[in-house]
């Protein structure tokens, strides 16, 4: 399975992967905890590095330390016989805070369906994981829109594939395989709600009452994102173009560090917004 490689066949879809740097699997280890005299601390373990020795994670002894590779080697596994089509299918892999959190993309073009004439969207999966406990293994579907890159999570709750660092995890190989099929159906359903956005009419007015909305937003990002809707489509946008600005937002973040980690964020306030009733109201009726 290709994991990240920039191949003829990602640039012909145009599918970016956050971070092109590409980061590859590291070595990390779990050991003791010392005092200032050298005493291991009951009751503790720090997660580090092998090939840097940087601490990623302070732990109580109960935590499981597995590796990323094994995680998502089953998630993989669990693609391949969920019966979605895998044609054409791209991996990316992210990290951020030196390797404690990972984001991991898959690209389903076999899985694309139209919103408006000649604005494909394909299915999205993205997982996280950490070692310094930020999440649990975990995912959500998501899109990828081919026009412009943008993309974003989808649906009313994350996919459910939680599961701590446990050692028994790999038991749970059925609930995955249940969890790529359910992503799937979400797509379906939610790009049928994207289509209807892309004949709703937004007035200037409904614009600014649903940016006025989002969450943990500011003075400068309202008027940031409304002056962009406003300069591009005028009194004549529809709730698919306003949806395209917020997601424009998220995936292009700017940041210079923890990338993945910004526009992971982004994308969960977008979802948010775009779940709350009064974006409903306008938009899904």
């Not at 003829?8 to 050991?31: C, Q, Y």
């Not at 109960?62 to 299918?89: C, H, K, W």
Request: some cysteine; aromatic content about 10%.
């Amino acid at each position: 399975m290709p994991d990240g490689a920039f191949t003829s066949m990602m640039d012909r879809h145009g599918f970016i992967p956050i971070n092109h740097a590409i980061p590859k699997w590291f070595p990390v280890l779990a050991g003791d905890v010392y005092n200032q005299a050298g005493e291991p601390i009951a009751g503790y373990q720090r997660i580090w590095r092998d090939d840097t020795g940087d601490t990623l994670a302070l732990h109580s002894s109960d935590y499981n330390l597995v590796p990323y590779e094994q995680n998502f080697g089953l998630f993989d596994d669990a693609i391949m016989r969920s019966g979605l089509d895998t044609t054409d299918m791209r991996v990316a892999t992210d990290m951020s805070h030196n390797g404690g959190r990972v984001f991991r993309q898959y690209l389903f073009p076999g899985h694309t369906k139209e919103v408006g004439k000649g604005d494909p969207v394909a299915l999205r999966i993205i997982m996280f994981d950490s070692y310094d406990g930020t999440y649990s293994f975990r995912g959500t579907a998501g899109f990828f829109r081919f026009v412009c890159a943008n993309t974003c999570v989808i649906g009313d709750t994350a996919i459910d594939v939680r599961a701590k660092h446990t050692s028994n995890f790999s038991e749970r190989s059925s609930r995955l395989i249940e969890a790529v099929v359910k992503a799937a159906v979400s797509f379906d359903k939610e790009i049928e709600r994207m289509q209807r956005w892309a004949g709703t009419h937004i007035s200037l007015a409904n614009a600014r009452e649903l940016l006025n909305l989002m969450p943990q937003g500011n003075d400068t990002l309202r008027d940031t994102l409304f002056a962009d809707f406003a300069t591009k489509h005028g009194d004549n946008g529809t709730a698919w173009d306003l949806y395209n600005v917020l997601t424009s937002w998220a995936t292009h973040t700017g940041a210079r560090a923890n990338i993945a980690q910004v526009r992971a964020q982004r994308e969960d306030r977008v979802l948010a917004l775009t779940n709350k009733n009064a974006w409903k109201d306008l938009c899904d009726a």
